[in-house]
């Protein structure tokens, strides 16, 4: 599929999820009594974002139509979207200049080697579909599957389809809910790119939380934070970690963690 189409597709399954998630009550409007739709129907959102539900229906159902920048935060403001998704839309809409496809990924030796620089600091490079380009000696005592074969190191994948990975990751929901929906922000500007729907179509297979989950439609991007690991022998600890992204490839980032200080 041409990716302008894709892309407009996208799109269109962004804006009906966030539709679909707001009630008339929330938006302010009085009640209709029984409903076949869950959410605001289209007209409703489009008089609540000031423009004509026909032209809204045609940017819902991908049809090649152009949206301006104020219609854009006309609808952003209407379907309450927070920072992320509201760059999110702009993104999809073409609005923002995104890349194309990338070809098969390669990463710089002077880049690969970061992580070793880092030791005794577990840190990991990863691409835009968080396959492990990287990684050093201390990261692998956090996480065990990065010592396997390197086609099996994929943090979604382990996320998701491991068992063990619901025994490393304290917080297993909110930690994969969270990956989830910055998967689901980098696969939308990559419409072409066959690797994120290999890995979309293998995490759906086997994974049911992956199945419920993804229809939501949550985006966030890649940033820091904490995180609660439990290490093979069952020791917990909380960890600080930041991600950087590489200068000219925006979706490499390299990761760092750090034990966390205690308040």
Do not use: C
């Not at 894709?6 to 009906?16: D, H, K, S, Y």
């Not at 029984?34 to 008089?47: D, F, I, K, N, W």
């Not at 492990?132 to 956090?142: I, R, Y």
């Amino acid at each position: 599929m041409p990716e302008p189409i894709a892309r407009r597709r996208e799109l269109g399954v962004f804006l009906r999820s966030r539709r679909e998630r707001i009630t008339p009550a929330e938006a302010g409007l009085p009640p209709t009594g029984r409903r076949r739709t869950p959410g605001l129907r289209r007209e409703e959102l489009a008089l609540l974002a000031g423009i004509s539900a026909t032209w809204y229906t045609y940017l819902e159902q991908g049809r090649d139509v152009r949206a301006s920048g104020q219609v854009l935060a006309s609808l952003a403001a209407a379907l309450r979207l927070d920072t992320a998704e509201r760059d999110h839309l702009f993104r999809l809409a073409g609005s923002e200049r995104t890349p194309g496809p990338p070809g098969p990924e390669r990463v710089a030796a002077e880049a690969a080697a970061v992580p070793s620089l880092l030791q005794p600091a577990p840190a990991y490079l990863i691409d835009a579909t968080y396959e492990v380009l990287s990684h050093n000696d201390a990261a692998v005592t956090l996480f065990p599957f990065l010592a396997g074969p390197e086609q099996s190191r994929n943090f979604a994948r382990w996320v998701f389809l491991d068992p063990a990975a619901r025994h490393a990751v304290v917080d297993w929901e909110s930690e994969a809910r969270g990956l989830l929906a910055r998967l689901h922000t980098l696969a939308a500007r990559r419409p072409g790119d066959p690797r994120f729907a290999r890995l979309v179509e293998e995490l759906h297979a086997g994974s049911a939380q992956v199945r419920r989950w993804w229809p939501r439609y949550d985006v966030q991007e890649r940033h820091g934070g904490r995180k609660r690991l439990r290490t093979a022998d069952g020791r917990m600890g909380e960890y600080a970690y930041t991600a950087f992204h590489l200068a000219g490839r925006p979706d490499h980032t390299l990761v760092v963690y750090a034990s966390a200080a205690r308040p």
